[in-house]
């Protein structure tokens, strides 16, 4: 892996998620650090990953050649005004997780014209089997773009995507996806508890039926739909279940809530790239 120096400006969930699955790919502790305004997750990060810490975000950025910004979308305006010197004295690759923020309007706090590359990942990243959609500015060249990859990849699976719209797109599936799942999961264990089985019991096997579907998902050469065709019995108990998620139209129901995270990650881009 590249031994380029990491700077995190914000350190919350998805910042812990990629440093977990960075640390656990084997990148060196000592070249990754995050600036966080918090002294107890400040404390977490030195202690559980060695990383180096910092309370000022410009502090960080001092000898990093990539910053990844992981602050909450609304402040995106703030932390980058406040670090545009630092950034544009460095000039390093910047590579943005935050929902909604566009390219434009983060080069344009940042006072020039750096390289971006919009990631959207997820919060499996912390166990190394993230999603992301990438996507680069015209300012990224091979290098930055390889560069961008590589540090995702080793928490993930990456995808590079045409347009910067699409990572809107991406944001509705896969960003916001894994809550679906997991109220999914939460559902289907309430159903086994109603059952009768003991809370337990019902957690036990819905996740691992999760997980098993998931892995038979991605090393099956049949498509989802056929694996779900192979479980579903003619007559028998799946398809008296199916019968009640399909009559709830579950694939419109599907469709409404990923275009509404969709709708929201456009909202947030046009009020963001409003801020001066
Ligand atoms: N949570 C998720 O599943 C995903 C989140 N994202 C994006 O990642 C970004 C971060 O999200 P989370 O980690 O979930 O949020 P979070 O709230 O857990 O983390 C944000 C962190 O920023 C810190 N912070 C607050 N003010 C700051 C400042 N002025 N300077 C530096 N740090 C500051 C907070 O103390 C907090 O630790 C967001 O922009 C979100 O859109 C992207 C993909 C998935
Ligand atoms: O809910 C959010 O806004 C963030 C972006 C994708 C997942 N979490």
């Not at 440093?19 to 070249?31: F, H, Q, T």
């Not at 390219?103 to 499996?124: F, H, K």
Request: glycine share 8%; hydrophobic share 45%; aromatic share 4%.
């Amino acid at each position: 892996m590249t031994t380029t120096r990491i700077a995190f400006i914000g350190g919350g969930n998805m910042a812990t998620s990629l440093i977990a699955g960075l640390v656990a790919d084997g990148y060196a502790p000592d070249a990754l650090q995050v600036a966080e305004p918090g002294p107890d997750r400040r404390e977490m990060f030195e202690a559980r990953y060695g990383v180096r810490v910092f309370a000022d975000n410009r502090d960080a950025l001092a000898d990093a050649d990539t910053l990844v910004l992981c602050v909450k979308p609304q402040l995106a305006a703030q932390v980058c005004t406040e670090i545009a010197d630092a950034a544009s004295a460095r000039a390093p690759l910047v590579i943005s997780i935050m929902a909604g923020v566009p390219e434009q309007a983060i080069q344009r706090w940042l006072g020039g014209t750096l390289a971006v590359v919009r990631a959207m990942p997820n919060t499996p990243a912390m166990v190394q089997t993230g999603a992301i959609g990438l996507h680069a500015s015209p300012e990224v060249g091979e290098e930055g773009r390889n560069r961008a990859e590589t540090i995702l990849r080793a928490v993930g699976l990456t995808r590079w995507v045409e347009s910067e719209a699409q990572i809107d797109a991406v944001t509705a599936l896969s960003g916001s996806g894994p809550a679906y799942f997991f109220l999914f999961m939460e559902a289907l264990e309430e159903a086994g508890i109603s059952l009768g089985l003991d809370a337990e019991t019902a957690r036990l096997l819905t996740i691992q039926t999760a997980l098993g579907a998931a892995k038979m998902a991605v090393e099956s050469e049949d498509t989802p739909g056929q694996l779900r065709e192979r479980v579903t019995s003619p007559g028998g108990t799946t398809e008296r279940a199916l019968e009640h998620l399909l009559k709830a139209d579950l694939h419109a129901l599907m469709k409404r809530a990923a275009h509404a995270a969709h709708d929201r990650a456009v909202e947030l881009s046009r009020s963001l790239s409003e801020q001066s």
